[in-house]
């Protein structure tokens, strides 16, 4: 539903039969973000964490960043792809035939099967994208939803085989789950300067939220105050929306006919960078890390316990879907709130 207006319904995934190749899922959608500099970091003191200061001068080469989270398509489809080529397992290192998915030892993300919540099923042999229960009783296809449940193993996998699927070299090493160096020319997760550059830097100040605003309403994002937004008013959780359904041609709630989104984009111009769905970055977490920072293209901490996300979600208040609020947890978490979009490096 990315612009176009009103109550329609979203069509299913088209899966292809069991015994046939599954389709390429084609290149994500993504804004180039030209070379240069930006101040990171929280300017205020209004509100935030002590973890978002301080402000520090960042130079970055040019890139290009996900338009919008992945959605459940997408990530059906490269898992189909994974399946085909034997890449997938369960938690004994069997080959993969339902339930929770796990390649190279580690999870990367659930099924309806697994975890109340996924928008996603297994079933003949195939990834399959849910339908769900919404406004006056309609069902609305869940494919142009951001995924959930997906671990930063998973995004970090769904990156890989993208690559491949599109001929590019994989950024990471999946017996050490470091990054490649010199990074290879395919997709990746943006580092955590590479997301709040996207998301706050109009090209003289940093704005707060990613919307192109220092305000947030029901118009701009999908979060919660005081209720959830959960626009097309899905009966369970999670409330996520279609990304990109704040672009100013979608009602903000399908129950209020007279209230219209805003063309919320981010500086560069995408879509969902605040809530919807939290989105792994590259970066380990660390506190401090922003008191030694390196000031070209920064790629956080070289170890941690935990990694960044950033963004907020449809189940968090609007202080966590500033820009530079900055969210941590295991490599190993999946949640109802947890997605992620690709960055990719530009002239590789």
Partial sequence: MRGKAGILLLLAIAVPAVGCAPRATPPPETVDVPAGWFEMGRPYDSDGHSDEAPVHNVYLDNYAIGKYPVTNREFAGVLNWALAKGRLQDDVGNAYNGGKVFAYGKPLADTLA????????????QFEVLSRT??????????????????WYGAVAYCNWLSEMHRLRPCYDTETWDRLRPVPNGYRLPTEAEWERAAA??????????????????TQANFFESDYANPLRLTSMPYTSPVG?????????????SVWTQNAVSPVGCYDMAGNVWEWCHDWYDAEYYARSGLA?????????HRVGRGGSWRYASDHCRAADRYWNWAEYHSRYQGFRVAIFLNR
């Fill in 134 to 151: 919404g406004y006056n009783g309609e069902e609305f296809s869940m494919d142009e939803h951001p995924v959930v449940l997906v671990t």
């Fill in 114 to 125: 697994s975890a109340h919540g996924s928008q996603i099923s297994f079933g003949a042999g």
């Fill in 297 to 305: 293209n920064p790629t956080g901490p070289e170890t941690g316990a």
């Fill in 201 to 218: 830097w109009d090209g003289q100040r940093h704005q707060r939220y990613g919307v192109g605003s220092d305000t947030l309403d029901f």
């Fill in 245 to 257: 359904w704040y672009n100013g041609g979608n009602l903000a709630q399908l129950t209020v006919s």
